[in-house]
């Protein structure tokens, strides 16, 4: 398909998406909400599976339906009327660039200059993803105290180290074993960490940033590692120090106030 018309389609469901995702919030019914979201969910992964998937890779097909699953989870649960309309408009223009993603050569080490920004874009909307993500399963955890948090804990490790694993994809060529065992390790580090942070008495949105910020830098480290230069570790030194620094003045000053 050409690029050009690949751009106006993704224009057009972007415009028609904020409009449905900016009007969700005003339906008083489920009948209404369920239409809503029902249009979201139908006119982008249907759109996609129509005319696109022939021209994406799975990562790509995986990235649109968690960021309109987890998009339309993360509009419900924030009662902020601002931070809606926000993550709304957001959640518009993110669909819209996943449908103009192209195809990345990933063996190609000398990307042209636009590529490495396209790639840069798509690992930051799995970060995204991931942050919903995690938000969405502490909110639910938080709602629903008596549903069984484990299976949710288990989805949401298995999302962290599916999302690591595709966004290694776009900067490493590697064996395909190997960057299933480095996601299976992200996984299990994922799933540690969320059931120690599900028992911190702070809020859903807290605590999936801080789960999210944790995640990226292992995700970081990792990547790293898997590339041909390895971690060098006196300029990840001082990216760790001022994470930490960083981290300690988010407790301090900041999440107490939550």
Not at 45 to 60: D, Q
Not at 92 to 110: F, G
Not at 119 to 148: E, I, K, Y
Not at 218 to 229: E, S, V
Request: aromatic share 16%; with cysteine.
């Amino acid at each position: 398909m050409h690029g050009n018309v690949v751009r106006i389609i993704a224009i057009l469901v972007g415009i028609a998406n904020a409009m449905a995702l900016l009007l969700l919030p005003t339906f008083s019914t489920l009948v209404g909400i369920g239409i809503a979201a029902g249009f979201v969910v139908v006119l982008s992964l249907g759109i996609f599976e129509a005319f696109f998937w022939r021209f994406r890779p799975w990562p790509t097909r995986a990235l649109l339906w968690l960021l309109v699953l987890t998009g339309l989870g993360g509009i419900s649960v924030i009662e902020w009327p601002f931070g809606r309309t926000l993550l709304s408009l957001y959640l518009a223009v993110a669909i819209s660039l996943v449908l103009d993603l192209s195809e990345l050569s990933l063996q190609d080490v000398k990307l042209a200059l636009h590529e490495k920004a396209r790639r840069r874009l798509h690992g930051m909307l799995w970060v995204f993803v991931v942050f919903l993500g995690s938000m969405n399963t502490f909110a639910f955890g938080m709602f629903f105290p008596q549903a069984p948090f484990w299976i949710l804990h288990l989805l949401l490790s298995v999302l962290l180290g599916g999302a690591a694993f595709a966004v290694w994809r776009l900067y490493v060529g590697m064996n395909h074993r190997h960057g299933v065992l480095w996601a299976v390790i992200v996984a299990l580090l994922a799933y540690e960490m969320v059931w120690v942070l599900h028992w911190l008495p702070y809020g859903f949105f807290v605590l999936g940033f801080i789960l999210t910020w944790l995640w990226y830098i292992a995700m970081l480290l990792i990547r790293f590692h898997l590339g041909p230069r390895g971690v060098v570790w006196q300029k990840q030194t001082k990216f760790l120090l001022v994470n930490l620094g960083c981290m300690i003045l988010f407790f301090v000053y900041f999440i107490r106030w939550i």
